[in-house]
């Protein structure tokens, strides 16, 4: 493939998002927003096919000398996040146009701004267009929390909005810091530069703390849990697969990258992931609503991604990677699924709802193999997930490895326990008797007795049927998914082919 | 010297800003910060005056650097569009962060 082509997945959304505030039919409207991102998924599908001869494939943009111009590069890792994110876009924007959200005047538009927001920070290999791309990402997700406008979410978006200003001015505060250190912020140029130039650790230092605020990395994760369960499910499912998985993809190459191995401070990464693992569980137990349950679950499985980078070897670099795929598929399907439930019974609340096993036998079904996937129990993806990483752990030997071993695994019977409230809230129990039904109104109407014929309707529950099945994709294919996972974790480790495609 | 100290003097009042209850001061907080961040970002090219970086008026040799000026006018644009944002956000849903929100019918949330 022409490396050239490269950035058409940046513009072609961002053009079809221009088009779409255009182009009112809403016809059309529904046919591109689903267009755009299968369209990326296929491209992702041939650059990994193009990356089994072609490790990295760059393209300097406008021409300009390698080194000066900004490159646009793809690597195995590149292009299997490419894959599974557009695949959650794609499967996201299914949900929001069966749940009629894309009835909002600017929703479709304003996705597809996100979708190629985040195609460019992925593929980008130049910090200061890494900032760039994390700010186009980011301005229209400010628009799609108030959108879909309710008044408690326009107060919430603020908060939203705020942290990720902040966040983003100390970014750029980061990239300033690096260039003025190395005179550069081209990602190949900087490779390995921080091993003897301790100036440029701490440079780098603070881009990767503006972006584990970003990733929601605990202590600064307070924002994810109070701001992803006010938007609506198709949107936190938007934002999950998307915002914090982009952040801990650019966490992950640019401490492999600009740190020859560990970083000097690897010890605090260590305190900080037991922690984010540690808190995220915990605090699961406090929530009684599904999504907000679901939103500390995906702060320990921040904690899960980021073991991977902790332990950095070639094998828990793949095992975190793996995590990450899996963690993006099965968080979107399971906030999918409560959406679906939300949507019917009108409240995502345990003491609300019971029973809906007897009723919703596929949402039952389809939620236990999502729950067994989160906590890591065959037949799922996340079982292989975390049997790398625990592998990956003890392999390593450290101190640091049995200390992230035995947190993981205590972790993982904190989750069960804590989903286990979930799955014996909403649907053991007696029947349910009371709803609240939509209403075009107010949102929501009073409580109404529940008649027997209402129930969860196919085309409500099959985008989330959709990645629970790729997950379970991903475990019977693991067999073929660890070895690509694996020479991406491998494109981490030995940067040299990204440094010669690039500079060359 | 002078410009760390305007960094110092900016991030100092963004950060009071930042801290206040209504959503106008965290606005203008935010604009103050990212003044500090872009003054950062021209240190880091600019430490003394040299020359316009024009490559046919002024000796490369002479001229500063450009990369912090591109960075700079980059962030500028985006932090002009965030506070445009920010504004309409502040507007739309006025004294709802000081006052109680307006009843809509909809459950409280938690």
Redesign the interface.
Known sequence: MNPALLPLLLAVPLLAAGLLVIVRSRGVQRVVVLAVPAGTLVMAVLLLLEHRSVPVLAHQVGAFAPGVAIPFVSDTLAALMLAVTSLATLVAAWFLCVTGEDRYRFLPALLLMLHGGVNGAFLTGDL?NL??MV?VML?PS??LI?VTG???R??I??TF??VN??T???L??G???V??VAGTVNLALLSDAAADNPPLALAAAVVLLALSVKGAVVPVHGWLPQTYP?TSAGVMALFSALHTKVALYAIYRIYATVFDGHAPWAVVLVVLVVLTLGVGAWSTFGEH?IRRALAWQMIAGVGHILVGLTLFTAASLAAGLFYMLHHIVTMGALLLLAGAIEQVYG?GRYERLSGLIHRDRAVAILTALGLLSLIGIPISSGFFGKVALISAAAATGTWQGWLLLSTVLVVSVLSLVAMQRLWAGVFWGPEMETY?PDSP????AALAPLPQDVLIPARLWLPGATLVTVQLGMFFGAGTLMPLVARAAQGLVDTGPYVEAVLR | MIIPLSIAVLVTGGVYL?LQRG?VR?IFG?AL??H???L??L???VSAWRGEPLPDRVDPALATDP??HA?VL??IV?AF??TV??LA?AV??HN??TKR??A????R??
């Open positions: 200061f900032f760039v700010e301005l400010y628009a108030a309710t008044w408690r326009l107060g978006g603020r909005v705020v200003l902040v983003s001015a100390l750029l505060t990239v300033g810091l260039y003025a006010a609503i409240s609240r109104a107010t949102g929501r | 930042l959503m965290i935010l910060i990212s500090a961040a872009n950062m970002l240190l880091a090219g990369l912090p960075f980059t962030a985006i569009a965030v944002l920010m956000l739309i849903g709802d962060d929100m307006p809509t019918g909809e459950e949330a938690t």
